[in-house]
């Protein structure tokens, strides 16, 4: 079956950081791979997304690069802000036919401070 | 993106009473949804896909007679908990799949003393 894993926080870093947060994944075929991040209080929102190997999605000063020899779909930002401190889920989609639900990772808590 | 919203955003019951949690799109018609739930410092687990016009699609380990999912139209899923133990508490999320990405619902905090 599909799974995700990430690493567990709380991540801990100061105001202009670099970000490294780790994801791999175990699916069959060629899934569709995202972060979502879920900020207090919020519902979870799509960070960002990549469909295909060697894809790189990126926003708000977020990226990952989707790696298929290393299962991995890393996500980094270079420089942190108190504004990034949420919940981060990795997450992966397969490919079928139909619409399928997602399977998460456990989730990251990134805290930044001033 | 599709706007899901959900009610009640939070809710006690007693042990074995039944609950009902709404999933609304408010701006997108949506034949499909899903329900997942979320259990303290963990991940989100699929529950169950809810198809209008016909029955949800359960995940393994998941007891279809407990967790009723109705979808009766293209903007309300309905997830009833049926008589409702401690264990069941629990953050229920659901998410609408509009053009392969999903849009998820801001949760329902159920509390079952």
């Known amino acids: 079956g599909n799974s995700v894993t990430q690493m567990e926080g709380p991540v801990t870093l100061s105001e202009e950081a670099f970000l490294t947060i780790n994801c791999t994944y175990t699916?069959?075929?060629?899934?569709?791979l995202f972060w979502y991040v879920q900020y207090p209080g919020e519902g979870l929102q799509l960070l960002l997304k990549a469909t295909k190997a060697d894809d790189k999605g990126s926003n708000k000063g977020f990226e990952a690069t989707y790696r298929k020899e290393t299962t991995s779909f890393h996500l980094e930002k270079g420089s942190v802000q108190v504004s990034d401190s949420a919940v981060y889920f990795c997450a992966l989609r397969s490919r079928g036919g139909g619409a399928d639900g997602l399977t998460f990772g456990k989730g990251t808590h990134l805290i930044i401070q001033p | 993106g599709a706007v899901v919203s959900q009610h009640p955003s939070r809710v006690i019951c007693k042990s074995g009473t039944s609950v009902k949690i709404e999933c609304r799109s408010l701006d997108f018609q949506a034949t499909t949804m899903f329900w997942y739930r979320q259990f303290p410092k963990k991940s989100l687990m699929l529950m169950a896909t809810?198809?209008?016009?016909?029955?949800?699609?359960?995940e393994q380990g998941v007891e279809k007679d407990k967790f009723l999912i109705n979808h009766a139209s293209l903007t309300l899923s309905t997830l009833t908990v049926t008589s409702a133990h401690p264990e069941d508490s629990s953050f229920y999320i659901c998410?609408?799949?509009?053009?392969?990405?999903?849009?998820f619902g801001p949760g329902t905090r159920l509390t079952v003393l």
């Open positions: 998410s609408v799949d509009s053009y392969n990405e999903q849009f």
């Open positions: 809810s198809n209008e016009g016909s029955k949800a699609t359960y």
């Open positions: 699916a069959t075929g060629y899934p569709s």
